[in-house]
């Protein structure tokens, strides 16, 4: 059964602070990895996608991926209460597959 | 610029009645999604499609069915509603075949069904 594992919060940091959010995936053949974020009320948006080991960075945000240990997270760098909503981790299998979702973490930036 | 339109932002329905979520997306993509979203459960896939009259369950698919006659429109039907399909139903679609590794999802606002 493939399952995608997250910390369900609320993270807490203050404003200017780095947030750590992290993702652990059951399936070794995952390929594709995803980070949505979704507004208490709204639906997810996209916010980082990663395909390779390693690091990729888009602004303020920073994506992990480290297939051996099974392992994705996202790094908010400089964190703005307008960051305070649910993030979704999303992995998705090579092939015929869909995305699988975990449960999110609820990040709360405080003033 | 709303690229994936969900009818109904808010139902309320009858236990036993058939419902009927309509999603409709202009970015010509070639898949569409359903989930429902419950707190503590996350979002889980009911069903899915990967081009016109083509349908595939997902997770949970039991108590629904789906209509797929047009390739920008995506039907979600519960044939007699029930209290625990009380939920936050989220209509999502993305380009790329089904083996694609890219697959971003662009979501619908949702629509917040209650069966009473």
């Known amino acids: 059964q493939k399952e995608v594992e997250q910390n369900s919060g609320p993270l807490s940091v203050p404003e200017g602070a780095i947030a750590s959010l992290n993702c652990t995936y059951s399936d070794r053949v995952s390929q594709s990895f995803f980070w949505y974020r979704q507004y208490s009320g709204k639906s997810p948006e996209l916010i980082m996608s990663i395909y390779s080991n390693g690091d990729k960075e888009d602004g303020r945000f920073t994506a992990q991926l480290n297939k051996a240990s099974q392992y994705v997270s996202l790094l908010i760098r400089d964190s703005q209460p307008s960051d305070s909503a649910t993030y979704l981790c999303a992995v998705k299998r090579g092939g015929y597959s869909t995305l699988t979702f975990g449960k999110g973490t609820m990040l709360l930036v405080s003033p | 610029d709303v690229k994936v339109t969900q009818s109904s932002r808010y139902l309320v329905k009858r236990t036993g009645e058939k419902v009927f979520l309509e999603c409709v997306q202009d970015m010509d993509h070639e898949n569409m999604f359903w989930y429902r979203q419950d707190p503590g459960l996350g979002l889980r896939l009911i069903y899915f499609s990967y081009d016109v009259k083509m349908k595939e369950k997902g997770d949970i698919p039991e108590g629904y069915s789906v209509s797929r006659e047009k390739k920008e429109r995506f039907s979600l039907i519960l044939e007699s509603a029930s209290t625990n399909q009380t939920s936050m139903y989220l209509c999502?679609?993305?380009?790329?075949?089904?083996?694609?590794?890219?697959?971003?999802?662009?979501f619908g606002a949702g629509s917040r069904l209650t069966v009473l």
């Open positions: 999502a679609s993305s380009s790329g075949g089904p083996n694609s590794g890219a697959n971003v999802l662009t």
